[in-house]
């Protein structure tokens, strides 16, 4: 099985293990405060609650389990609160919600996920740290000099292959590394 396959099978495993219904209870109230404190009229934050608990029943199968489930439904929510700005054609309210505001929005700077993102900073980069020195010297060339594979082969002195292929050994051995 090819590490594309497993990762889809396991994506698709974790969305068919998810309680919806456990979700729903365990952050509705939080999810109704979110959505309150961003539509004034209080009839259409709870149309926007209903909207988004249907949204997320329907496109569930879609849910991959790249982040927590809840996070994934309150990032549902924010689209519909864009949506119903837009429906409204308040366009200085629209500019108030542009992308990293409503990225910020989303995190709502919860102590648990400020935690669970510095501890996945830190496997990261004690994951890279871990690395052989020739893969850093990559690393360092494409993330920090904003090079390209062929600047990585001329400074190395070795094939564009080998590039490519040691580089996706690495990605490979970090996601293992990372996410284990």
Not at 4 to 10: G, L, R, S, V
Not at 115 to 124: D, K
């Amino acid at each position: 099985m090819t590490p594309d396959i497993a990762e889809t099978q396991f994506a698709n495993d974790v969305a068919l293990n998810v309680n919806w219904d456990e979700v729903f209870l365990t952050h509705n109230k939080k999810l109704l405060n979110f959505i309150r404190k961003r539509i004034a009229n209080p009839e259409d934050g709870e149309d926007i609650l209903q909207m988004t608990c249907l949204e997320v029943l329907r496109n569930r199968h879609k849910f991959m389990g790249a982040s927590r489930p809840e996070t994934w439904v309150f990032g549902i929510a924010v689209n519909l609160i864009r949506n119903y700005y837009k429906s409204q054609h308040s366009v200085g309210l629209l500019e108030c919600l542009d992308d990293e505001i409503t990225a910020d929005l989303l995190l709502e700077n919860d102590p648990c996920d400020l935690t669970e993102h510095r501890q996945l900073l830190q496997n990261t980069l004690d994951s890279i740290d871990s690395l052989a020195p020739d893969i850093k010297s990559m690393l360092s060339i494409l993330v920090e000099e904003e090079g390209s594979y062929q600047d990585v082969a001329q400074h190395l002195n070795i094939p564009l292959g080998t590039v490519r292929s040691r580089l996706s050994r690495a990605r490979e051995a970090l996601k293992t590394r990372i996410y284990a």
